[in-house]
């Protein structure tokens, strides 16, 4: 038996999903659902044809050995059968939304040119009200925009659903447009948006049939994508396809609708509040664990952010320059250096580093500052049971200059002491220990971590 569903360069693992390139024999009407990934199509043109000198791609039909009319034919071939499938059979096609990338000119010398794109093989749909005409693809323009900032429309649909299940994952790569203004919210249904309100993901209808433009999803694996995706068509199938609603049709009511209106209202309203809540919380939860970087973190962004921050806690006032960070405060100013790897003994690129920079401000006549080195060794491994984390030379370095050596689990601890009591005496005693030690950091406090 033929599977339910046909993928088209899509990678989707499913019992019932069988996966096909766009030039292989399947027909999309054979199917009740068929998925289309068309970023790959245009590579068949792009890889074998040099653009010319105003930037087209173009073939020649009488010189190509046919290359170019065998695409044209296939476009029409997958046109007709796309037509056929939402048309004909009632079924769904769903494609990703890209733009419409590097178009090909298929055109002998002085005949017109027969331009085809990575788009052209979706069907002719047509929906006309009292006041407008929906014409697509004809007017519909994909224009190439990435984001991530895709909101969802609260519509009830079921590719809705597998929107919000991959939400956070969602990054858009264009978003649709009509050349003529069309309102698309009077023929189909906007499953999501982004923030200026563009489309960016759309239902739709074509006789019993319905088109779905999705964006792409990151980092979800096939068999999980594909799982959503079939539950989405399942329940497509067994609910009609998006009619707009007349504008006479609020005049007639029946009996119980308005209360019924309303309840979905303040259910809307308090789940939006709630909606609103959990990112608000969700906001303050990652503020609140971000230190915990220092624990783990490597790199200038990841573990230079979190010492930046961890500092920032102690009271000091916090500014990076290069790869260092300055340190102000009442109580003295610093420089800091700092290093993390999954080497056991790590810091002496770091101390070279602050070094070199503490010996040009004595040598510019500038203010002294204490030297301070942060060092993460066998990062992967419990702070609690990590062997001594520094190299011998750094630490024999900061006690010949003075300067204060300290792990980035000692700086945690240092931070949970502010924590716990932030009177302006207590960090001040804090920071003045830490601008005071010459060499190893030893006293943190008697706080333990959490």
Request: aromatic share 8%; proline share 5%; net charge negative.
């Amino acid at each position: 038996m033929n599977a339910r569903y046909l993928a088209i360069d899509w990678l989707l693992d499913h019992s019932d999903v069988r996966r096909e390139g766009f030039f292989d024999a399947s027909s999309f009407s054979s199917y009740e659902a068929v998925f289309v990934d068309p970023i790959g199509i245009s590579r068949h043109w792009t890889d074998t044809t040099a653009p010319g000198g105003d930037g087209a791609r173009r073939t020649d039909p009488e010189q190509d050995r046919g290359f170019g009319r065998t695409l044209i034919r296939w476009m029409a071939k997958r046109r007709e059968e796309a037509d056929d499938l939402l048309k004909r059979r009632g079924g769904i096609l769903v494609t990703r939304l890209y733009s419409r990338g590097e178009g090909l000119e298929v055109a002998a010398p002085g005949s017109p040119a027969e331009r085809i794109d990575r788009y052209s093989w979706l069907p002719a749909v047509s929906l006309v009200d009292r006041h407008h005409q929906l014409a697509f693809p004809a007017n519909a323009r994909f224009v190439a925009r990435r984001g991530s900032d895709v909101i969802l429309e609260r519509s009830g649909n079921p590719f809705e659903e597998y929107l919000r299940e991959f939400e956070g994952r969602l990054r858009y790569a264009a978003v649709y447009q009509d050349l003529l203004s069309t309102p698309i919210d009077r023929f189909a249904c906007v499953l999501a948006r982004n923030r200026v309100g563009d489309p960016v993901a759309v239902e739709i209808p074509a006789s019993e049939g319905r088109l779905v433009l999705l964006p792409p999803v990151e980092g979800v694996p096939p068999s999980r994508e594909a799982d959503v995706l079939a539950h989405a068509v399942g329940r497509s199938i067994e609910r009609g396809p998006f009619v707009a609603d007349p504008d006479w049709l609020p005049a007639y009511t029946l009996p119980g609708e308005d209360a019924l209106a309303d309840e979905l209202s303040g259910l809307v309203e308090r789940r939006d509040a709630l909606h609103a809540k959990v990112e608000e919380v969700s906001a303050r939860l990652e503020e609140k664990t971000r230190l915990k970087r220092l624990l783990y973190g490597q790199g200038r962004s990841l573990f230079g952010g979190a010492v930046a921050g961890a500092f920032a806690a102690l009271g000091f006032d916090v500014e990076t320059i290069g790869d260092l960070i300055s340190l102000r405060s009442d109580e003295g100013n610093a420089l800091v250096a700092a290093e993390a790897s999954e080497e056991p003994h790590v810091g002496l690129a770091a101390y070279g580093r602050l070094h070199r920079e503490l010996e040009r401000v004595i040598a510019d006549g500038e203010d002294p500052v204490k030297g301070v080195l942060v060092v993460s060794g066998s990062r992967e491994l419990d702070p609690k049971r990590r062997p001594t984390q520094f190299a011998a030379e750094a630490l024999r370095g900061c006690r010949a200059h003075g300067y204060c050596l300290m792990t980035s689990y000692q700086l945690y601890r240092l931070v949970q002491a502010a924590s716990a009591d932030r009177s302006k005496k207590a960090l001040a005693a804090l920071r003045r220990s830490l601008l005071e030690t010459d060499g190893e950091l030893r006293d943190v406090g008697d706080s333990e971590a959490a």
